[in-house]
T-cell receptor, first 110, second 110 residues
Framework: RKEVEQDPGPFNVPEGATVAFNCTYS??????FFWYRQDCRKEPKLLMS???SGNEDGRFTAQLNRASQYISLLIRDSKLSDSATYLC???????????FGKGTHLIIQP | SQTIHQWPATLVQPVGSPLSLECTVE??????LYWYRQAAGRGLQLLFY??????ISSEVPQNLSASRPQDRQFILSSKKLLLSDSGFYLC?????????FGSGTRLTVV
């Protein structure tokens, strides 16, 4: 069974701090990896794809460890607007959709 | 540019009533389309996906059905709603490595 596991949180973090999330996935044949952001009562939106070599987009850094089957997201200099639920998402690469973690709830406090 | 439309945004339906949710995409042809459900406190669950007109794959047995009468139209239906059908329903389409979600329909069965 395909599963993606995440710590649900909530993570309460002061503004300006650095915060990191991990998630693990069970399907070793997974091909594509993403972090999505979901605001309360809204649809998920793609935050960034995760590549084997690791990738950075501004304050956000994502890393993939295929051997240990985990994915990480690092947020530096956190902003109040970063408060959201962050979904770890895995795809087998085919047309049969994505497998979502239940999300990690992040609260940035002023 | 590609856009995805989903309606209605919210819906309150009595138990035993029928359901029809519609999703359309613009700006692309032959997209892979998906229906997901997010129940309260749970992760997104893939319900159906379609790789073309008339082609529907179901991920889990349930009280729902899906149809794809046109290339860019995907419909989620039920003949008789159950209380357990309440949730946040999201349509999505894939564009290779990423997925874009519609704004969702929040269904409450009473």
């Amino acid at each position: 069974r395909k599963e993606v596991e995440q710590d649900p949180g909530p993570f309460n973090v002061p503004e300006g701090a650095t915060v990191a999330f991990n998630c693990t996935y069970s399907n070793s044949a997974s091909q594509s990896f993403f972090w999505y952001r979901q605001d309360c009562r809204k649809e998920p939106k793609l935050l960034m794809s995760v590549y084997s070599s690791g990738n950075e987009d501004g304050r956000f850094t994502a890393q993939l460890n295929r051997a240990s089957q985990y994915i990480s997201l690092l947020i530096r200099d956190s902003k109040l607007s970063d408060s959201a639920t962050y979904l770890c998402v895995v795809s087998g690469g085919g047309a049969d959709g994505l497998t979502f973690g239940k999300g990690t709830h992040l609260i940035i406090q002023p | 540019s590609q856009t995805i439309h989903q309606w209605p945004a919210t819906l309150v339906q009595p138990v035993g009533s029928p359901l029809s949710l519609e999703c359309t995409v613009e700006g692309t042809s032959n997209p892979n389309l998906y229906w997901y459900r997010q129940a309260a406190g749970r992760g997104l669950q893939l319900l159906f996906y379609s790789v073309g007109i008339g082609q529907i794959s179901s991920e889990v047995p349930q009280n729902l059905s899906a149809s794809r009468p046109q290339d860019r139209q995907f419909i989620l239906s039920s003949k008789k709603l159950l209380l357990s059908d309440s949730g946040f329903y999201l349509c999505a389409w894939s564009y290779g490595r990423g997925y874009t979600f519609g704004s969702g329909t929040r269904l409450t069965v009473v």
